[in-house]
Structure formats: C-alpha cells, structure tokens
C-alpha cells in the first residue's frame, strides 16, 4: 500500500474523497472503512482509505492497449495532484527520499 502525504491548505477529508472518486472514476464503493473503485481502464481494483493527513492507495492493475493504459495514468494522476496537492513529478521525487533514507 502507498502512501501519498496530502500538502498543506489542502483538505484531507472522506467527503473530498468521494467527490474527487466521483469526478474521476466514476463509480465506487465503501467496505470495511476503504474506498474502492473496480474496472476503470486498466485498473482491476483500487483501495484507499484516508488517515492522519494521508491517504493510502493499493491498485490492482490489468495490461490493455497503451490508449486505455495511458488514459488510466492521466486519471490517476489528475485524482492524486488534485487531492495531495502534488504533482507527479514532486510525488515521483519524495517516493525517491524515502527509498534512499
């Protein structure tokens, strides 16, 4: 499970969550305190629950074409810069700090 640190002045709550699931996956659902979202793009099943200022994400993917691929990372990308706050090249270079650490 990854953990995606949310920036500050950005609001960490369930109901921005679900807006956000909403506006870029369309359909999802609530189990056992997760949010999940199933068979969007190449994504076979995502998982996130938030907590402490974070917000945890577990995805199960499937290999498609490089269109759907594509259309899928642009999604994904799009929900987690408009929910944490950053981009993902700034997500890409504070996941690099924690390996080297």
Do not use: H, P, W
């Amino acid at each position: 499970m990854r953990e995606y640190k949310i920036k500050r002045g950005y609001e960490a709550s369930n109901l921005r969550l679900e807006e956000l699931l909403k506006k870029y996956f369309g359909n999802f659902t609530s189990e056992n305190g997760y949010y999940i979202v199933r068979n969007f793009g190449s994504i076979e099943e995502m998982k996130l629950k938030l907590e402490n200022k974070a917000l945890f994400v577990e995805t199960k993917t499937k290999l498609l074409d490089n269109e759907t691929s594509l259309k899928t990372l642009k999604a994904y990308n799009g929900f987690l810069e408009e929910f944490t706050g950053y981009t993902a090249k700034e997500r890409q270079k504070m996941l690099r700090k924690e390996v080297e650490s």
